[in-house]
T-cell receptor, first 114, second 113 residues
Framework: EAGVTQSPTHLIKTRGQQATLRCSPISGHTSVYWYQQALGLGLQFLLWYDEGEERNRGNFPPRFSGRQFPNYSSELNVNALELEDSALYLC?????????????FGPGTRLTVT | GNSVTQMEGPVTLSEEAFLTINCTYTATGYPSLFWYVQYPGEGLQLLLKATKADDKGSNKGFEATYRKETTSFHLEKGSVQVSDSAVYFCALRHAGNNRKLIWGLGTSLAVNP
């Protein structure tokens, strides 16, 4: 069974630009989560999508947004990039039902803002 | 609010030593508790979990017991190997359906041969 995949692996942008990160969940998983792992700050919850809808959002500004497509893949968009947005962005997915609390993570996208 | 506190690393041990990584939490109700591991160059992997008080999660020789009275979920392994070198994260998911995981800052473990 293929795991969660993310693309690109690395992304380098300049301040003020937009970044788009992509995630494909494990087959059969309908929920997708995005986390930011910044140096020294640990993992911070960004967004949760389920069945195409945004279900919950972390304490991030509106320039962090995303969407979930009908095939359950997801996109995270970060507008007006700032230097402090440099981080590893992790996507996770979870199945429906009793195991829905288990989240399976992808390898991440390393975003560097210069 | 909900929070997770892990012991600070890095932790350096010799092979076959006993490992304890402390994790305590603050939460209302009965959260689910998790340990995730991040090996060098890889993504996070679920190591073990416990969903109610007194549950013991175990996997790959690691164990952790959900202690409601001390609000703790300490990770232990009786004999570590070099291949256990990684960063370990404690996390909680609050009861309810917001699905948000609250994370500790991670503890880096280095095991020397």
């Amino acid at each position: 069974e293929a795991g969660v995949t993310q693309s690109p692996t690395h992304l380098i942008k300049t301040r003020g630009q937009q970044a788009t990160l992509r995630c494909s969940p494990i087959s059969g998983h309908t929920s997708v989560y995005w986390y930011q792992q910044a140096l020294g700050l640990g993992l911070q919850f960004l967004l949760w999508y389920d069945e195409g809808e945004e279900r919950n959002r972390g304490n991030f500004p509106p320039r962090f947004s995303g969407r979930q497509f009908p095939n359950y893949s997801s996109e995270l968009n970060v507008n007006a990039l700032e230097l402090e947005d440099s981080a590893l962005y992790l996507c996770a997915s979870s199945p429906v039902g009793v195991s829905s609390y288990e989240q399976y993570f992808g390898p991440g996208t390393r975003l560097t803002v210069t | 609010g909900n929070s997770v506190t892990q012991m600070e690393g890095p932790v350096t041990l010799s092979e076959e030593a006993f490992l304890t990584i402390n994790c305590t939490y603050t939460a209302t109700g009965y959260p689910s508790l998790f340990w995730y591991v991040q090996y060098p160059g890889e993504g996070l992997q679920l190591l073990l979990k416990a969903t109610k008080a007194d549950d013991k999660g175990s996997n790959k020789g690691f164990e952790a017991t959900y202690r409601k009275e001390t609000t703790s979920f300490h990770l232990e392994k009786g004999s570590v190997q070099v291949s256990d070198s990684a960063v370990y994260f404690c996390a909680l998911r609050h009861a309810g359906n917001n699905r948000k995981l609250i994370w500790g800052l991670g503890t880096s473990l280095a095991v020397n041969p």
